[in-house]
């Protein structure tokens, strides 16, 4: 009778299985919550903060059987292949989280006026967020410097932000401020974005506002967009302003936020008028026909006038001496 040896059996792949499917599912279960508003934003990114730790811990362990399976033999390598499956799907989340973080610093607030920017008439929900203000404060300060300085770059993660967005700058149209009030109000309507707050225009060329709340389309955050428009010499001056109530990105940020904007009032524009060159006005454009009138230049000789004075004679006779005058009597 042949002697039957024990099959080794480890246990670390069916618990890298395990930690990486509870990984996983809370990663899942997290972006639903945050994606219908069940939680916020600070719980969502503790929550991808946790998962991401499951996750790796089902990889070491994946790892670790995959080692012990390879001197020992036995079966669990279908598990620690699963467990490592799950475990880089659970990290997915996180890392884009972070990702978005880094690579996309200084857009929380963007604004076409950096120096004067339109009002916001909201409350802002970072306070309550001290987790993810506190991870941000943390990458600008110490992520930012050191891939600023790995590149060459030594601009701040909050400044430069008319060389990293050339195109978010204010706009002029060749139009009333009521006009382009009536058309950011649609423009805003087709975007999908709820009005919250707005100065309508009681005179035709009155300064005017409008305030609306946008919800992302992945994540489901909540952003504040404000159209300021203004009198100007060309006709009406536009500044647009989008703010984020967190830190935390989604796909599309504040710098898309101002450019749907401007594409989205173009396009009503457009569909009014007909001839959007005619309304929109370049910033070159306006230099050259706010240029005041070059004066006449300077003449080399002193003008003489193109006709001859007359000047009434008196009829009385000249005096015929030399040494009478007029003056004497």
Known sequence: MMKRYA????????????????????ALTAFLAMRFGVIDADVFVLSLVVSAVIAFAALVLALHACNRIWIHGGPGVPAALTGT?????????????????V???????????????????????????????????????????????WSGSAAAPDGGTQQRFPDIVSRRYRIS???????????????NWKVVDELPPDLLDAP?????????????????????????????LLDVRARSRTPLNDISGNPDHIRNVFAEIDRVLLDTYGDLARLAVDETVVEEE?????????????PLPGFKPYVEEDDTPAPDGPDLTDLEG
């Open 177 to 191: 401020t009521a006009q382009l009030h009536a058309a950011g109000a649609k423009a805003l309507d087709t975007l």
């Open 208 to 236: 005017t506002r409008l305030q609306a709340e946008g919800t992302s389309r992945i994540l489901g955050l909540k952003h504040d967009v404000t159209l300021r428009i203004r009198p100007d010499p060309v006709g009406a």
């Open 7 to 26: 099959v080794y059996r480890t246990t670390s792949a069916p618990a890298s299985r395990k930690l990486g499917a509870a990984g996983l599912a809370l």
């Open 85 to 101: 499956i799950f475990g880089l799907l659970a990290l997915g989340p996180p890392a884009l989280v972070v990702a978005m973080l």
């Open 103 to 149: 690579l996309r610093p200084g857009t929380q607030d963007l604004s076409t006026d950096r120096l004067e920017p339109p009002e916001v008439n909201a409350q802002s929900l970072a306070a309550e967020q001290p987790f993810l203000g506190w991870f941000d404060d943390a990458v600008q300060q110490h992520v930012w410097p050191s891939v600023a300085r």
């Open 290 to 302: 706010l240029q005041p009138e070059p004066d006449e230049e300077l003449r080399d000789t002193i």
